[in-house]
C-alpha cells in the first residue's frame, strides 16, 4: 500500500484527488497539509487523517511515499522541490510551473532524487483523444491546416469559481493558464509545438486575471492552433475541430459526437459521418502515477506534454502582456 499525502486544498480538484487516492486499491490518504491551517485541519478531520502544521514534518515521515501536489500555482517550485528531495513520489495539478525557469527546477529536482512525477492532464486519456489521434495517423484530413479547441463555463459570472482563482500572484494567470491549460496542450498534441505564440485576452468582469482569452500558436509551415478558454460562458460547449487539405472533424459541435467528412476515404466524401464507437478511455493520470511508482517508470510522454504546456502558457501570458507574438525559442 502506498502511503500519500495532499499538500493543500487550494485547488478545486483537491478533493478529487483525495477520493482517488482513498479509492484506489494500491493507494491510501493518511496525511494533509495546508497554507491555510483552518481549512486543512476541516479537511482532515473530514477524512479521519492527519494533519500537518508544518510541510517540513510532512515530507520528514519515512512512512509517506507520495503527495499529491493542489497548492497555489505559485508554490509548485518550492513544495516540489521540497518533496522530491525528501524521496517523495508527486502527482501534481497542472502547470509543473507558470515559468520555464522554475519548472526546469523542478524536473531537476525530480530527475537527481529518482521519484516518479505525473502532472494531471486528463483529456490526454479520453476517448475522443484518442479517436482524433487515430484518425490523424490515418492521414485522412491531409496536411493539417487549423487546430481549434475550446474550453470556456460560467465560474466567474455565476459566482462558483472561488475568488482566489482570480489571483494573479497565486495562478499566474486566469482562464487561459487554468481552464486554458486543457485546449492547449490539446492542440499541442495535435499539431505539435509551435514557432510562435499570439494571445488576446479579455476582462469582462475587470478582474486582476483575464476571464476570456484566446490564443493563437503560429507553425512554419502556416498551420494555425486556435485555443479558447472563458469563465464567463453558460453553454459553451466543449469543443474540436481540426481541418486539413482533404478533410475536417469536429467534436462538440454542441453535441459529444466525432464527425468526420474527407476525401480520402470514399466512406467519408459524401457528408458528414459520425465516427460510430470510440476507442475506450486509458487509465486516469493518477493510476498511471501509481503504476509508474509500482513498476519504477518514467511517464515520459506525460512529462514532456507538460513541460512544453509551460512554455505555451509562459509564451502566452509574455504576448499579453507585451502585445506581440513571442517565439518559443525566446524563452530559453
Not at 479517436?131 to 493539417?144: D, K, S, T, W
Not at 459570472?157 to 495562478?171: I, K, S
Not at 491549460?181 to 499541442?188: A, E, G, I, V
Not at 459521418?273 to 517508470?297: C, G, K, R, Y
Amino acid at each position: 500500500m502506498i502511503k500519500v499525502a495532499v499538500l493543500s486544498f487550494w485547488h478545486v480538484h483537491a478533493a478529487d484527488y483525495a477520493r482517488e487516492a482513498n479509492k484506489h486499491p494500491d493507494t491510501q490518504l493518511v496525511a494533509i497539509w495546508d497554507e491555510v491551517p483552518e481549512r486543512g485541519r476541516r479537511e482532515a478531520a473530514e477524512r479521519g487523517v492527519a494533519f500537518y502544521e508544518s510541510i517540513e514534518d510532512l515530507l520528514a515521515n519515512p512512512e509517506i511515499e507520495g503527495v499529491i501536489v493542489v497548492t497555489p500555482t505559485d508554490m509548485h517550485r518550492d513544495v516540489m522541490v521540497a518533496a522530491a528531495k525528501a524521496g517523495k513520489h508527486i502527482f501534481t495539478e497542472k502547470v509543473i510551473a507558470t515559468n520555464i525557469r522554475e519548472m526546469y527546477e523542478i524536473i531537476a529536482a525530480v530527475k537527481q532524487n529518482q521519484v516518479k512525477l505525473t502532472v494531471s492532464l486528463p483529456r490526454l486519456n479520453a476517448d475522443y483523444t484518442l479517436a482524433v489521434q487515430a484518425i490523424l495517423q490515418q492521414g485522412l484530413l491531409g496536411e493539417l491546416t487549423l487546430v481549434r479547441v475550446r474550453l470556456s463555463h460560467n465560474g466567474a459570472t455565476a459566482g462558483w469559481l472561488p475568488d482566489r482563482f482570480f489571483n494573479l500572484e497565486q495562478c499566474g494567470g486566469g482562464a487561459m493558464i487554468d481552464l486554458g491549460c486543457h485546449p492547449m496542450y490539446l492542440t499541442r498534441l495535435f499539431l505539435g509545438l509551435p514557432e510562435s505564440v499570439s494571445a488576446h485576452y479579455g476582462y469582462v468582469l475587470d478582474k486582476e486575471v483575464e476571464d476570456n482569452a484566446v490564443t493563437v500558436l503560429n507553425y512554419p509551415n502556416g498551420a494555425k492552433g486556435v485555443v479558447e478558454a472563458g469563465f464567463v460562458n453558460a453553454h459553451s460547449p466543449f469543443t474540436v475541430e481540426i481541418h486539413g487539405t482533404e478533410g475536417s472533424l469536429l467534436y462538440g459541435t454542441p453535441e459529444a459526437k466525432l464527425l468526420i467528412r474527407s476525401n480520402k476515404s470514399p466512406a467519408y466524401a459524401e457528408g458528414w459521418v459520425e465516427v460510430p464507437e470510440l476507442p475506450e478511455q486509458l487509465m486516469s493520470a493518477f493510476e498511471q502515477w501509481v503504476q509508474h511508482i509500482q513498476n519504477d517508470t518514467t511517464a515520459d510522454e506525460n512529462i514532456s506534454l507538460a513541460m512544453d504546456l509551460t512554455r505555451l502558457m509562459e509564451a502566452s501570458n509574455r504576448s499579453n502582456d507585451l502585445k506581440r507574438p513571442i517565439r518559443i525559442d525566446e524563452l530559453e
